[in-house]
């Protein structure tokens, strides 16, 4: 039995989580915090989720003991979570996007007390998708353009997804490109004939889409497409609860969900 405790679990993702936690008979949810002043604060978590009583009451901070922490929050409210938890010495789940490159470095620092996994997105096929461009941009190397679009519910707050810059990255790594450098973030104007070692990367907002991945690799007179599209949350909340599981008594050090997930082996 895995004891988890999610952090956001009031929120869209949270609270996907909280609900497949609990019909999973492997886990356990002992703990639920949300920000303070939260409408939902002292009540059942099992409740709020539409399922029975859990015993849990949701809190501002962490209160008892769990194996894993799940964090769906926003960066600063992430951090503090994350200090307690690690203190506390649960292992570390984030999910949370939107950190600095200062707040990830301090992450990485808190990885080295506690096991730890920091991804952008946790859906099954997300990370299998993440190998397979690195494989499919090696094997096509520089001849062919590469380009990535992303598309998201209107009320996303970042952009492009922290999923649309990992494939870019894993892309740039494979094709022996500079992300830092060669990633064009939309286009505007007169902007002149595509460098050879771009990589754009274009954000799509709108509606209630849960999120979408296109990885186009074109040459002169053909393009290779890999798409992924996700229906629910609940692709993210199954992923989760697979990593969660993979980390609980793990030993202290950053992992990857491709490691967690069984596909270290592709890309």
Same mark, same amino acid.
């Given at each position: ?9 009031? !929120? ?16 356990? /949810? ?27 009451? /949701? ?5 008892? =003991? ?82 990535? /679009? ?53 954000? /799509? =907002? !709108? ?61």
């Amino acid at each position: 039995m895995v004891t988890i405790a999610v952090n956001g679990a009031c !929120g869209r993702m949270g609270m996907r989580v909280v609900q497949s936690a609990l019909e999973d008979p492997e886990c356990r /949810v002992v703990c639920a915090c949300v920000r303070a002043g939260h409408p939902a604060l002292g009540k059942d978590i099992g409740i709020l989720a539409g399922k029975e009583a859990a015993g849990v009451a /949701v809190t501002s901070g962490l209160a008892g =003991r769990s194996a894993v922490l799940l964090d769906f929050s926003k960066p600063e409210a992430s951090l503090e979570r994350i200090r307690e938890a690690a203190t506390a010495g649960a292992a570390l789940l984030i999910g949370t996007t939107g950190f600095t490159p200062e707040q990830k470095q301090e992450i990485h620092e808190i990885a080295r007390h506690t096991a730890c996994i920091l991804s952008p997105n946790m859906s099954v096929g997300v990370n299998l998708l993440a190998g397979l461009v690195a494989e499919v941009a090696k094997a096509l190397g520089e001849e062919y353009d590469m380009e990535i /679009v992303e598309a998201h519910h209107r009320l996303k707050k970042d952009a492009p997804s922290g999923t649309a810059l990992r494939l870019a990255e894993n892309i740039a790594e494979a094709a022996g490109r500079n992300p830092a450098k060669d990633a064009v973030y939309g286009r505007q104007g007169l902007v002149g004939p595509r460098k050879k070692n771009d990589i754009g990367v274009l954000a /799509v =907002r !709108g509606g209630d889409i849960v999120g979408d991945h296109t990885v186009v690799f074109s040459c002169l007179g053909e393009r290779i497409e890999i798409i992924h599209r996700t229906h629910t949350r609940d692709a993210f909340a199954r992923g989760a609860l697979r990593a969660a599981k993979f980390l609980a008594g793990k030993p202290p050090g950053m992992y990857g969900m491709a490691e967690a997930l069984g596909f270290e082996t592709v890309g």
